[in-house]
């Protein structure tokens, strides 16, 4: 559907209007053209003095092509950058400001105690500006937990206040995020940082990423632009909507997608699959026999690379007015259908090490919702089972993930009164609904090869909402 008052904010009387009323004026997001550049400008770059992860970062820049800029604070990038190949340079002089730019990295891995903090606070305040509309900006530290020292991981925690703070601040569809790095993972950072920092990224703001040792084989692909070529990969719920842009995506990057729907959703399962050259098998996950009949499938094709789970229903009603069946229905397809499977695959080795899981969780499992107690129960429970197998998914060399999308443009969000619609359209930072290919590109990233330090994440695809942590 249509964001009209999105075209509106945008033309020249409806800007000028929504300047002079005080009301949102979203700009239309930047998103992912095939073959186009990772960023398209230059980054800059800060950090404490103690910072940890430059040389690494280093040779993801230099990997991505992109051109750098150190703020003046930062001494040591400058012959980090040369021994990379990178073409960089210092950013401002004499005190002022430099050139606009379209992402702002600063890596705060040193930072050891709150009073080291006035770094943090002299590169933003100095760059804030600068950022160019759709711009990026990416924080990097250390895991709290992880930390030795009480101090250090209370200014590690305190990032999370800063970078969803910017979040909010900075406006004109820039997006920031936090990526905790642990010790020893530095050599994951690439495919993160590559997501972030593209258009790819657009609808993913105020988020925190772990990134920890890497889970099963994993290195980067030949062609980063088809990652997935020759991968194996099953998509759930893929007849329409979310799920049918899962499944395109996941073509255009090289894999062999196999489409799974309901037999009732037969006509348009069909009308994907052939049009993505997709094979479809036609199952309702949440039958008995679903498991067994997929690892059937999986090794029937000599086992799957990758499981997305994206296939959900509602059935919304307040409890008091829900019947018994309505629960145990969404309960069984969003989350014990997607348990079962899990363990039937894992036990069958119908996905080998290096493989991966991705669900679809919601904002919903996060926030609540009215009327939706039994959707939020299994939203929520998805982001639990995520957390929870993360360990056990690991130890067969398999990672596990979530996304949680918020106000998504689909038949369903379609469907939602006008006012309540409009309400979940302009309550967060980028002032406008997602889009499928938005939930669809970032299930691509954690699904990657190169992803492999990527386990046990919930990343929330919602343009930062306003309901919810």
Known sequence: ????????????????????????????????????????????????GQA?????????????????????QLLQWMPLANAAGLLTGRWGADGQAGEKVKALVF?????????????????FHDAARSLLPCGRVVVFGRPPEACQSPRKASAQRALEGLTR???????????????????????QIESTLRFLLSPRSAYVSGQVIRIGLPVG???????????????????TGASRGIGASIAEVMQQEGARVICLDVPQAQAGLREVAERLGASAIELDIGADDAPQRLVEAALAQGGWDAVVHNAGITRDKTIANMKSHLWQAVVNVNLSAQERINDALLEAGAIGAGGRIVCVSSISGIAGNMGQ??????????????????????????????VAPGFIETQMTAAIPFATREAGRRLNSMSQGGLPVDVAQAIAWLASPASGGLNGNLVRVCGQSFIGA
């Open 1 to 48: 559907m249509n964001d009209t008052y999105l075209g509106f904010a945008n033309s020249a009387f409806g800007s000028r209007l929504a300047k002079a009323l005080g009301l949102p004026r979203p700009l239309v997001l930047e998103r992912h053209r095939a073959g186009q550049a990772v960023i398209d400008g230059t980054v800059l770059l800060g950090g404490t």
């Open 107 to 123: 890596d705060a891995s040193g930072m050891d105690d709150s009073s080291q903090s006035a770094a943090l606070y002299a590169f």
């Open 217 to 235: 084989p994993s290195g980067a692909p030949a062609d980063w632009n088809q990652a997935l070529a020759g991968k194996k990969i099953l998509v």
């Open 373 to 402: 107690t039994n959707y939020a129960f299994s939203k929520a429970g998805v982001a639990g089972m995520v957390q929870s197998m993360a360990p056990v998914c690991a130890r067969r060399g398999i990672t596990i993930n979530a």
């Open 52 to 72: 940890q992860l430059l040389e690494p970062l280093a040779a993801a820049f230099c990997s991505i092509g992109a051109q750098t800029l150190a703020h003046a």
């Open 165 to 187: 703070s910017l979040a909010k601040e900075l406006k004109k569809a820039i997006t920031v995020q936090l990526v905790y790095v642990a010790e020893g993972a530095q050599d």
